[in-house]
């Protein structure tokens, strides 16, 4: 059983910064990939960033250049820095242990945690 719990969320301008965490239970985590998706109002959730056991890293275009993506394995956490933030990263983010397929396109695992919310206005 994997446990996945998500903090750092909050209220910030256009333009200022959050770092997301995400602390994972269980004994998956240092072997498995890493996920961020979000979810706004009224839209499908996304994948925003992955991460692969050995550290390597994916991101969505609208995030390239802005977030990045990182893990701890000895603290079983993965985070996202999140940069220069705009109105539309206004969204539910959430942590998902998941994979790749072989071409290392990321796809969700069961396991997902409560999500925290991110608001980006003025």
């Known amino acids: 059983q994997v446990q996945l719990v998500e903090s750092g969320g909050g209220l910030v301008q256009p333009g200022g910064s959050l770092r997301l965490s995400c602390a994972a239970s269980?004994?998956?985590?240092?072997?498995?990939?890493m996920g961020w998706y979000r979810q706004a109002p009224g839209k499908q959730r996304e994948l925003v960033a992955h991460i692969s056991s050995g550290g390597g890293t994916g991101y969505v275009d609208s995030a390239k250049g802005r977030f990045t993506i990182s893990r701890d394995n000895a603290k079983n956490t993965v985070y996202l820095q999140m940069n220069s933030l705009k109105p539309e990263d206004t969204a539910v983010y959430y942590c998902?242990?998941?994979?790749?397929?072989?071409?290392?396109?990321?796809?969700?695992?069961?396991?997902w945690g409560q999500g925290t919310q991110v608001t980006v206005s003025s």
């Open positions: 998902n242990l998941g994979g790749y397929y072989r071409n290392y396109v990321f796809f969700p695992g069961e396991y």
């Open positions: 269980g004994s998956l985590f240092s072997i498995n990939a």
